[in-house]
């Protein structure tokens, strides 16, 4: 069974930067793509980040210039710096795994960013 154990929520302070990182264990395929999702309350969940076991990266103009995602294929993890932060990226974050035919969820973090 896949698992995913997300970590490094909390809160910051506008400008400021967080860094998540997401573990993920189990059966995985050497393809994959991981990303992070975030949901807003009275939001639908949206991408964030996305990157793919070659290193080609996803980001919404939303973020773009502010956040990196990153992975270390050898440990299964992903990882996504946070800069300049802003009161509306204040969401619950998820990972998700595309491992084939299958997609995974972690359980989410909260980051919060207080203006």
């Known amino acids: 069974q896949v698992h995913l154990v997300e970590s490094g929520g909390g809160l910051v302070q506008t400008g400021g930067s967080l860094r998540l990182s997401c573990a993920a264990s189990?059966?995985?395929?050497?393809?994959?793509?991981m990303a992070w999702y975030r949901q807003r309350p009275g939001t639908q969940r949206e991408l964030v980040a996305a990157?793919?076991?070659?290193?080609?990266?996803n980001y919404p103009d939303s973020v773009k210039g502010r956040f990196a995602i990153s992975r270390d294929n050898a440990a299964n993890t992903v990882y996504l710096q946070m800069n300049s932060l802003k009161p509306e990226d204040t969401a619950v974050y998820y990972c998700?795994?595309?491992?084939?035919?299958?997609?995974?969820w972690g359980q989410g973090t909260q980051v919060t960013v207080s203006s």
């Open positions: 998700k795994l595309e491992n084939g035919p299958y997609a995974y």
């Open positions: 990157v793919t076991s070659g290193g080609t990266t």
């Open positions: 189990g059966p995985i395929r050497r393809l994959n793509t």
